[in-house]
């Protein structure tokens, strides 16, 4: 057998190697198609029985992409203050925290006649975290906290209309609970639910 011959005869064994080896496009059965998946499925030649030898390629479907709308719920509240608690958050933080305000607004009344200025914000809760503004200058009150950043959200029955969200501040050992009003036509409940839902 001369050189030529001998490479024509090694192509063409390797193009049918190449070719026995490719997956295969084939149509589902009507038991598989009826669970409306997709009406093609790739299989391998081998995991087909063409072949004995064990094969580590895995059968797959195309499984159509499905459009998800991204929920972003917005709440209306009054920011009251921010204070340093042992985590985890605990209702009774929330009530500590309302007290340690309403403490501070008495004392601003009897000394200076007037009450701490109240902040309104506006909350838009949604899967990237939380962005929060003041209604009255929201181009350069504006801030954002991933969910990453925060750990729990509670409020407590004796305060129905206060909860609160805590932000890691250093590590483990110490968060940052920031307590807010309800102001609008979400309860408590509701906001909490939110953001629950996200975390």
Do not use: W
């Not at 992409?65 to 929920?71: F, L, S």
């Amino acid at each position: 057998m001369d050189k030529k011959t001998a490479v024509d005869n090694l192509q063409k064994e390797t193009k049918s190697k190449r070719i026995r080896n490719l997956p295969v496009l084939r149509k589902l059965s009507k038991k598989e198609s009826s669970k409306n998946i997709s009406s093609f499925k790739f299989y391998d030649n081998e995991a087909a029985g063409r072949n004995n030898s064990n094969s580590s390629f895995e059968d797959f479907v195309v499984v159509p992409q499905e459009i998800v709308e991204e929920k972003v719920y917005n709440f209306q509240a009054i920011y009251l203050c921010s204070t340093v608690v042992n985590p985890p958050l605990r209702p009774k933080h929330v009530r500590d925290c309302a007290k340690q305000y309403q403490k501070q607004n008495e004392k601003l009344l009897k000394r200076l006649g007037k009450t701490q200025p109240k902040n309104d914000v506006k909350m838009d809760v949604g899967a990237d975290g939380v962005a929060m503004y003041d209604t009255l200058r929201p181009e350069n009150s504006q801030r954002f906290f991933p969910f990453s950043d925060i750990h729990l959200i509670k409020s407590h029955p004796d305060y129905p209309d206060y909860f609160a969200f805590s932000t890691v501040v250093t590590g483990d050992t110490k968060h940052k609970c920031h307590l807010f009003q309800q102001i609008d036509d979400y309860s408590c409940g509701e906001i909490i639910k939110a953001f629950e839902s996200f975390m």
